[in-house]
């Protein structure tokens, strides 16, 4: 018990795990990719998955972390966001409720996974009895919004995401509803940065499907880096969720990395320390 588990969604956008496994690799203990037995996607549509894939998958895993979980986990009675949520939850109990229950999608890449994992051993206290005393531990997204011809568009300023927990009683996909502890760790996220066929089926199969704002793949396929400037309010739901893009002339991920540094891209130790304050109050007296 105790240790530093990982799971993964093992779906269509399969290849993505390529880019994604190798920044927590190291630094997990175990690591479980978790496929619906009868290739399904929430949404029950079908995908495949090129063999080749699991031929890199095995040479990849030297240490002998990774577990492919199966599973029925595309339910017709359910919509996509409740088969997301259940799936979520089946995931964190077979990685076992006593260890650091992290979960990561496949186009999420840590840029410092070393880092999340020390601070998250200064509350190993809370896996003594998680049951009694439920936390979640939040990062922050930096969104690939789009790729363009010479480099990405990115919302410019990092949005919370939900990443760990000790007990997964999620109430929607991988948040609950217990206090949030916030790390500075920032997780770059292609989210809506696919090709326009890739895009189409993620929207269409996706939890949030049902949400999607009519507009928005439009706006998607008007923006560039020519013009992204004189736009705004981007969401897929709320468009003024993610009011202004950014750009980074590049599409590598190391010069990506560089470059968030010396932009100095980040979360204010001070606005954390207030956002930590305000959830230890709010559940101070939460039994």
């Known amino acids: 018990m105790k240790k530093i588990h990982v799971g993964f969604l093992l779906s269509y956008d399969y290849e ?50 990774i577990e492919i979980y199966e599973d029925d986990f595309s339910l017709p009675n359910l ?20 260890n650091w229950l992290i979960q990561i999608d496949s186009d999420e890449y840590f840029l410092d996974f070393e880092d999340f994992v020390k601070k998250l051993r200064k509350y190993d206290k809370y896996l003594e009895n998680p049951e009694k005393n439920k936390i979640q531990i939040f990062g922050w997204w930096l969104i690939i919004y789009k790729y363009t011809e010479t480099g990405i568009l990115y919302v410019n300023k990092p949005l919370k995401a939900a990443f ?43 939890g949030h ?4 704002n009519p507009n928005f793949l439009d706006k998607w396929k008007s923006v560039s880096e020519f013009n992204y400037k004189e736009m705004n309010n981007f969401y897929y739901i709320e468009p003024e969720r993610w009011k202004k893009l950014g750009f980074f002339p590049t599409k590598d991920l190391n010069e990506i990395k560089k470059s968030i540094h010396k932009s100095k891209i980040s979360v204010s130790y001070l606005y954390l320390a207030k956002k930590n304050l305000g959830q230890w109050f709010k559940h101070l007296f939460k039994k």
């Open 16 to 65: 993505l795990l390529k880019y994604s496994l190798p920044p927590v690799y190291k630094f997990a203990d175990k690591i479980f990719l978790a496929k619906d037995i009868n290739n399904k996607t929430w949404s029950g549509n079908n995908f495949t998955i090129d063999p080749s894939f699991f031929v890199w998958l095995n040479e990849f895993d030297i240490d002998n972390k």
């Open 209 to 212: 499907n049902k949400d999607v």
């Open 79 to 98: 919509n996509a966001i409740e088969n997301d949520t259940r799936e979520r939850t089946m995931l964190s109990k077979k990685m076992g409720i006593g």
């Open 164 to 206: 760990a927990t000790n007990y997964p009683n999620y109430t929607c996909a991988r948040r609950t509803d217990e206090r949030v502890i916030y790390f500075n760790n920032l997780v770059l996220h292609e989210s809506v940065a696919r090709t326009e066929k890739e895009l189409e089926f993620k929207l269409k199969n996706w």
